[in-house]
């Protein structure tokens, strides 16, 4: 992956140890940058102005190379060796327009620009994220703001957020994936850039009497590890470190700057920070110990379909199951709405069939069933209206019928998995969020199905996502907080649970989804475990035999072409071998999206090609 370098920050100059620095010599910024109202230093030495005639490209001689005549504003730049890409505000209209900086031919070319904003923009500034994508976040004056995606001539809305009012300036550190906004009158607050998620927001700095700046906050540049900025009334400048999930703020600086509440400026170049004031830019020594954040670098891959929305807003989706066809393109997902019943889609994402039986959590399904002396398909889900087990039966042509449903007894009902022992019939493991497991039998008398409790076994803490693997046996079973346990799925040799994959470095609680991929003919001793690790929005493969080796963990991230976003905060999931046809020819893994963005919308699945996931973790 490659690594992400702020043009306005550089952060690459930077050797950071943890150990205390000597202050280096600021070096003033040349005479020529003086008039600019906003700045960038460029690889080789040269300049990016924003001034009275325009966006300014100069060499390090001093010598102009190219402009852009417009008034503008809000200057923000990325670096990635040596290409550059800029991005300002037309002043009249408020779009952001991007431009490519060629350094080396000292030339400005004008990229497709964003539309026209709906609101009246006072701060934007520019996000990479982990699959290399350039995000842009608009802020306007009431709070109103959004988060754009750029690729190549895309450009598409990923998600209305609302930010603190009266922003004049943000900035984001992409390592930490960290939105920082300056609210004029209040303070500096830190927001997740990443928008796959729920989000959230932390306090980094505010006004007297509630923290140590003077009039609110003004202008701010990213530290590595922190954050630069100045109050309101730019007579102060304030370095504030994050580290173990705290800010933590360095004495403070007198400047001197003389310029009117919000237009000061800022920015990190090299060793130096740079200050504008009212005779101009003025450079200032760093002295800076903090150490660059990183989050995990994890594979990423993008999904190739995705399902029609949820009919429902919030919490909806939440667990699919994989039907399988004679002709392997007429496959069907089936997957629960917990407000509504059970949805059917087929594999381009359409909706094919809905079936409104009340709040349905998980559902599983098992084909090709020996009984009442005959062969059937059938999906069980839990209800948690009544605390029921629902039957229903699929016919060949992927058409989904109630058969039955059954009182558990239970006062919580949550999740659930189907096991289909080599001897015959089909099994249901259901939970409830007390950490009790029932295992039925279930059966046919007189042409109606029959469920019988064969066991009851429990664990100490809320359960959900579980998965029977029929080859061998074996049940796993995730405790959200605690991690993924096995035992025998065998009523009649029960065995103790053990631990598999504990909450810790390589998953995340809560515990969520999993299933089992194996490869059609494969031997018993083979095949994956997948599971979601829900609070870090990514998904553990490993060997669904002792010792459970970890075989990588990864992401699901955007489609833009196929305007698809990725997941977050996974529920349920489920994954099949058999080849689907075209990139599922290796099979597909299904997973609940949390979160809907590109557009913001209801919740849905996204469908994943196994291939994809194979070639990225390097499996066999």
């Known amino acids: 992956m490659k690594k992400t370098v702020l043009c306005s920050a550089l952060l690459a100059a930077f050797s950071f140890s943890g150990v205390t620095q000597a202050a280096p010599v600021a070096m003033a910024p040349p005479a020529f940058t003086q008039e600019s109202e906003e700045l960038a230093r460029l690889p080789g030495g040269g300049w990016l102005l924003l001034d009275k005639h325009g966006l300014r490209l100069f060499d390090a001689a001093g010598q102009e190379q190219d402009r852009i005549a417009v008034r503008a504003k809000q200057l923000d730049t990325r670096i990635d060796g040596g290409k550059v890409l800029a991005v300002f505000l037309e002043a009249d209209t408020q779009r952001p327009l991007p431009v490519a900086v060629d350094v080396q031919a000292g030339k400005l070319v004008k990229l497709a620009p964003f539309p026209v904003p709906t609101f009246s923009v006072e701060a934007s500034c520019l996000y990479r994220d982990a699959q290399q994508l350039e995000h842009l976040f608009l802020i306007g004056k009431d709070g109103q703001a959004e988060q754009w995606v750029m690729r190549g001539e895309q450009r598409q809305l990923v998600r209305k957020l609302a930010l603190p009012p009266h922003t004049k300036h943000c900035r984001v550190d992409d390592g930490a994936q960290r939105l920082l906004v300056s609210e004029a009158n209040m303070g500096v607050w830190a927001y997740d850039a990443d928008a796959e998620g729920m989000g959230k927001r932390e306090v980094v700095a505010l006004r007297k009497p509630y923290g140590q700046l003077d009039g609110g906050a003004g202008a701010l540049a990213v530290l590595p590890g922190g954050v630069a900025v100045l109050d309101g009334k730019a007579e102060k400048l304030h370095l504030l470190a994050h580290q173990g999930g705290k800010w933590t703020a360095l004495p403070p600086q007198a400047v001197a700057l003389n310029v009117r509440k919000g237009d000061s400026q800022l920015a990190l170049d090299a060793s130096s920070l740079l200050l504008r004031g009212k005779n101009g830019w003025q450079a200032r020594p760093l002295k800076w110990t903090g150490k660059a954040e990183i989050q995990p670098a994890l594979a990423i891959v993008a999904p190739q379909a995705q399902t029609e929305p949820m009919a429902r807003q919030g919490d909806a989706a939440d667990d699919p199951a994989i039907w399988l066809s004679s002709k392997p393109g007429d496959a069907r997902i089936l997957g629960t709405n917990k407000k ?199 998904y553990v493969v490993l060997d669904a035999q002792a010792p459970y080796k970890v075989r990588g963990r990864f992401k699901v991230g955007f489609n833009l072409p196929a305007g698809i976003d990725g997941t977050s905060e996974t529920d349920g999931l489920d994954v099949t071998s058999a080849n689907l046809g075209g990139a599922y020819a290796q099979g597909m893994l299904v997973i609940q999206d949390g979160y809907k963005r590109l557009p913001d919308g209801p919740q849905n699945f996204k469908y994943v090609a196994w291939a994809d996931v194979a070639k990225a973790l390097k499996l066999e």
Do not use: H
Request: glycine share 12%.
């Open 340 to 538: 509504q019943g059970l949805l059917v889609y087929d594999l381009q994402g359409k909706q094919t069939q809905l079936l409104e039986v009340g709040r349905l959590n998980n559902v599983d399904v098992r084909q090709n069933i020996s009984l009442g002396g005959g062969k059937v398909d059938l999906a069980v889900a839990t209800q948690r209206d009544d605390n029921s087990m629902m039957l229903f039966t699929i016919d060949a042509s992927g058409e989904v019928a109630e058969a039955g449903r059954f009182p558990t007894g239970l006062k919580s009902i949550y999740g659930m998995c189907l096991y289909q022992p080599a001897g015959g019939g089909v099994e249901a493991f259901i939970n409830d969020k007390d950490g009790t497991f029932q295992q039925y039998r279930i059966g046919m008398s007189e042409n109606k199905f029959t469920a019988t409790l064969l066991r009851s076994i429990k664990v100490a803490t809320q359960p959900e996502g579980c998965v029977a693997d029929d080859a061998n046996g074996r049940l796993f079973l995730g405790e959200e907080t605690r991690g993924v346990w096995t035992t025998s799925a065998n009523a009649a040799k029960p065995d103790a649970l053990t631990m598999v994959l504990p909450v810790g470095p390589q998953l995340t609680a809560d515990v969520e989804g999993m299933a089992i991929y194996r490869q059609p003919g494969s031997a018993p001793d083979t095949g994956y475990l997948v599971v979601s690790s829900q609070g870090d929005s990514s």
